[in-house]
């Protein structure tokens, strides 16, 4: 440990609650009457908690947090052993990497708002402090701003927005808005004035701010990242308002990936020699895109709206399903070789990263043939088409036929529409003809692409932009 205001432990040792959380919610034992200052009480457990883990310290509390020092650790591991949701946003692009966006889960803590006129307004909170018997005022935040503050950001609470001479003793009204979008800066902004409460108007959303000194109420595949419970070092106490916890909520995509994790953990030990492709093929192809109610999962990106493959990937992750997927689209170090190529990197990084010979001769610089489990086709003229081939891991002797919700605009043909498996046939291509319908510009629009054997549903997203062409813009 350092003797700096910061608190850090020269190990591998977590000081700060995010590492503790996200090691927890993959490999965390069972643990009875886990709970966080009395909510979400129940027994705990990570995803595969007979798994190992070996951890590697790149992040430090300074905020010190580098791609290389990120990378070395993989490396290590390896030794051992072990913005959107726009377009174009995505930065793990790379094949053998899974993007995991953060889903919610059917987990909520409600709280009421009563009014003096006995109106009551239902939100949630996460502050479990006691709260005054008595009466408090309710104030909005535009009518207390402080004398240099824009009104658009003391309707928000923005960080100094407020006079502080109005809000102490006082609940505040606070709005969202697109440039203040957090609870957590209202909360901050009030607590500095010493308000008594905050109630922060938003945008449909599961997601709660950590408020505990005052009460305040309010994208490959997705995995569950909103309101998860899981342990939390009490080192992180000694710098927080949260004091002494052994668990703690917490939301985002740290709390999606170890989801993951701890699939990918059970997956590896049902199916030991599937490829990391594979592997991430049943988690993408077996996916959910509704809800547990049936409804179509919705974005929380402004503005509010349905979902697309851009936020979920292929969606919300399905272990039972993942283990038994039927087909998967398995790739290897052949047709990454081909993907390194394709992005520009020459013949000795490659051999270096891939630890064999490998040349980039002949090699088309389009990957619209890599083997993923999704096709995206940013610029769409005309007709194109791709191939695919999947392998079948499910019974020998199996047919399963394609059935396409093609995206609007776009005719999408897939020929063979049956594929046909034996005890000597595991291994199958087809190919998938785009023809644009549109003589305009288009934007991105989505469908799929399912094989089904009456068993086993295998759907992938099908992503398709047209681009007009010289023939359709003459005509």
Known sequence: MNTTDIYEFMSARDAVGHGTHTASTAAGAVVADANFRGLASGVARGG???ARLAVYKVCWATGDCTSADILAAFDEAIHDGNSGPYSETVINSAPWIVTVAAGTIDRTFYANIILGNNSTYVGQTLYSGKHPSRSMRLVYAEDIASNNADDTDARSCTAGSLNSTLVKGNVVLCFQTRAQRSPSVAVETVKKG???????????TKDIASSFDIPCVQPDI???????LAAWTPAASISSAIGPVNFKI?????????????????????????????????????ANVHDQHGFEIISEAAPYSRA??????????????????????????SEYVRFLCSMGYNNSAISSMT???????HTPKSQLNLNLPSI?????????????????????????????????????????????????VSRLTFKVTFQTKLRVQGRYTFGSLTWEDGTHTVRIPLVVRTIISKFYANA
Request: proline share 9%; charged share 15%; with cysteine.
């Open 222 to 228: 997705a995995a569950p990242g909103v309101n998860i």
């Open 48 to 50: 595969a908690p007979r």
């Open 194 to 204: 010493r308000g008594a409460g905050v109630i922060f108007a938003q945008f449909l």
């Open 355 to 361: 630890q064999q010979y490998a040349t980039c001769q």
């Open 376 to 424: 995206t086709i940013p610029e769409l003229r005309g007709k194109l088409t791709v191939s695919r081939t999947v392998t079948n891991v499910g019974p020998a002797v199996s047919k399963y036929r394609a059935r396409v919700e093609a995206p609007p605009g776009v005719d999408v043909t897939v020929s063979p529409s049956l594929l046909t498996f034996n005890s000597t």
């Open 308 to 333: 697309n493959p851009f936020d979920y990937g292929g969606g919300h992750v399905d272990p039972n399903k993942a283990a038994h997927p039927g087909l998967v689209y398995d790739m290897g170090t």
């Open 250 to 286: 917490d939301s985002g995509t740290s709390m999606s990936c170890p989801h993951i994790s701890g699939v990918v953990a059970l997956l590896k030990s049902m199916h030991p020699n599937w490829s990391p492709a594979a592997v991430k093929s049943a988690l993408v192809t077996t």
